[in-house]
Every structure is written in structure tokens, then in C-alpha cells.
């Protein structure tokens, strides 16, 4: 239906969204909300109908929570709030990452993903390379992370199996295994039930400043988790943010994970890929080599020029 046969409440909310986001933006979208609505009332959260919609937009949920989806690469992930949206970025060095794994030596590989939110790199990693070569496991602490990673595989065609690394040879599907677990716990590799030593470690973790936190659009501060964004939470995992450690408290527990030989978590000559923040990455790069040991590390830039992935070796 084009905007202007709109039934009247539903045409006066989308000038209301013209006027927040410009005639062209306001077009588009509404497009985009009538196709999800003819496609799928499955994967629509909240009250599915085009008034309802545009309302949502107009008070600045954020366009795929509305939509319910999100494309990632070739895929179309399930998104739902408060679960970190997945970022072209990330789509952009996973795609990278899946190249470089095509020509790796040791197939099948095993992978862990910190933080793993959506599902989106170990998903869209297992849609990418030859089946049976890549068995991958995701931790996130957040309940509706995990869930929606279960879901977005189902949805993938991903198996999500009990598969033990000595039956990794034997199984012809890609595999992910989505768990609950906090990385910052002490002993988390054995309380999540973790099987290392992995051939690949990957991350999104939360990066940003308590600085960059407070100036953030309310599109993401009011309905992506907080847990998703802040790079400094406390210790206990409660809210209170360090203003001195620069964004960088994941990398380095991520470091003394790949530090630590109890247990070994990546394998030697293992890959680790970390996606930065903007202006992170040549620290990231030192605490990698200086903390863990990395070889080899390389900085993938993103399509906007920006260092974006630290990539390393044991
Ligand atoms: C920036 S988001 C990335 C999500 C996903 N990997 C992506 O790229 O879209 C960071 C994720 O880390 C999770 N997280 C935060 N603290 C964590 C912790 N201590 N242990 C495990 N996961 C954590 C959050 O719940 C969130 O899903």
C-alpha cells in the first residue's frame, strides 16, 4: 500500500516519522514494514500490524526489532530486544574470516565465540564453509542472547548438536552450540562445560566507553542491553562503569583466558579474531601480544576505512 492510501491514524504517524527521519528514510521503511508484514507474522515481535509499526518507530525502537529480522551476509537473522543488533561490521570481517578459514589446514575447525549475542559470527561461519568443516560453540551471559542464537541456528538450518570433539571428523553438518556463561567468572571454561583447546577464538565483546555510552543515541541506549554495549562494567557484572580502562576490560579477561594453561583455550598456531572499537585497535593489538602471547597480528580495516578486527595467532 503506498503512503497515501494510509488509513487515516496510520497516515498521520508516518508523517510524524517523515518529519523525524526525512520523506525518503519514512518511505523506505514503511515499504520494508509492509513486505515483513506480508512475509512473516512469525518472526514480528510485539502487535503486528502497520499502525502499530510506525508507532513503535515513531517513539525510536530501533527499524529491525520492528521488522524482526536483520540480514547478516546471505542470511536473515531473527532480531529481538534487548539482544545487540548485529552490525554490518561484523558481517563485513565475518565474511572476511570465513575466506581465510576456506584455505585453513585443519578441517574440521572447532570454534569459540565470547560473547556471542545473536549467534550472528558463528552462524553465518557455519552458512558460509563446506558442511562437517566447523563445529562452533557461543557463550553469551544474557538468557535472551542464548535463545535467540538457538532460535536464529534452527532458523539457519544450523545443527546445534551434543557433538564431542572426537566426533567432529565424523559429522557432515556444521555445527554451533549456543551456552550460558559469564566469561569474567572465575572458571568459566569448566562451569560453561567448554571442550578446548579450539583452532579459532572469535569476539564482538562490549567496547564502548563509559564516555561514548552516555552520548549514545536513545535508539540503542533504550533498548539494546547495556551488558551488549558498555566495555568497563564493574567486576560483579553490575552497571556501575569504570571511567579509567578505556573500553578495554574484555580484552583484556579475553587475554588471560588465551594466557592461561588452565585450561590451553586456543590450540597452537590457533586464530583469534576480536572486532575493536573505533580508535582500540593498536591497544587491543599490544594487550594480545604483550598479554597473550599472539603472533602474526594483523588489523582488518572495515568498509568505512575504520581498524575494526585485531587478528592473531598462537
Ligand atoms: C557487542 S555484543 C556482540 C553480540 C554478537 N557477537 C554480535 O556481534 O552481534 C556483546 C555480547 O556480550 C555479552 N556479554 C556481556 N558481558 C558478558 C560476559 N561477562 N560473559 C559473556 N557474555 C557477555 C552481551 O550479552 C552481548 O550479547
Redesign the pocket.
Known amino acids: 500500500m503506498p503512503a497515501g492510501s494510509l488509513p487515516p491514524v496510520a497516515a498521520r504517524i508516518f508523517a510524524l516519522l517523515k518529519r523525524s527521519i526525512g520523506a525518503q528514510g519514512a518511505r523506505n521503511e514503511l515499504r520494508w514494514m509492509q513486505e515483513a508484514l506480508k512475509k512473516s507474522h512469525a518472526t514480528l515481535s510485539g502487535s503486528a500490524d502497520i499502525e502499530s509499526m510506525l508507532h513503535r518507530r515513531v517513539r525510536g525502537e530501533p527499524l529491525q526489532y520492528i521488522l524482526g529480522t536483520q540480514p547478516f551476509g546471505p542470511l536473515n537473522l531473527l532480531t529481538r530486544p534487548p539482544?545487540?543488533?548485529?552490525?554490518p561490521e561484523?558481517e563485513d570481517w565475518t565474511i572476511r574470516l570465513s575466506e581465510r578459514l576456506l584455505s585453513w589446514r585443519r578441517q574440521p575447525a572447532s570454534l569459540l565465540?565470547?560473547?556471542?549475542?545473536?549467534?550472528?559470527?558463528p552462524i553465518l561461519l557455519c552458512h558460509l564453509l563446506p558442511g562437517g568443516s566447523l563445529h562452533a560453540t557461543g557463550?553469551?551471559?544474557?538468557d535472551a542472547?542464548i535463545q535467540l542464537a538457538r532460535d536464529n541456528a534452527a532458523l539457519c538450518g544450523i545443527a546445534v548438536p551434543p557433538v564431542l570433539p572426537e566426533q567432529y571428523g565424523k559429522v557432515k553438518r556444521n555445527t554451533f552450540l549456543p551456552l550460558l556463561?559469564?566469561?569474567?567468572?572465575p572458571g568459566?571454561v569448566a562451569a560453561c562445560g567448554l571442550r578446548p583447546p579450539y583452532d579459532v577464538v572469535t569476539?564482538?565483546?562490549?567496547?564502548i566507553t563509559k564516555e561514548d555510552y552516555d552520548n549514545l543515541s536513545p535508539s540503542v541506549k533504550d533498548w539494546e542491553?547495556p551488558?551488549?554495549?558498555i566495555g568497563d562494567?564493574a567486576a560483579g557484572?553490575e552497571m556501575e562503569m569504570r571511567e579509567d580502562a578505556r573500553g578495554l576490560t574484555?580484552y583484556h579477561?579475553i587475554a588471560d583466558l588465551l594466557a592461561s594453561s588452565t585450561p590451553t583455550l586456543l590450540k597452537s598456531d590457533g586464530l583469534v579474531a576480536l572486532?575493536v572499537g573505533e580508535g582500540q585497535a593498536s591497544a587491543v593489538a599490544e594487550i594480545m601480544e604483550r598479554k597473550a602471547h599472539m603472533k602474526n597480528i594483523e588489523i582488518w580495516k572495515d568498509p568505512w576505512d575504520k581498524e575494526r578486527v585485531v587478528v592473531g595467532q598462537k
Do not use: Q, W
Open positions: 539482544v545487540l543488533i548485529p552490525r561484523t565465540d565470547l560473547c556471542t549475542g545473536s549467534g550472528c559470527i557463550v553469551d551471559l544474557s542472547a556463561g559469564n566469561i569474567r567468572a568459566f569476539s564482538n565483546p562490549p567496547y542491553d551488558r551488549a554495549l562494567p557484572g574484555f579477561t572486532e
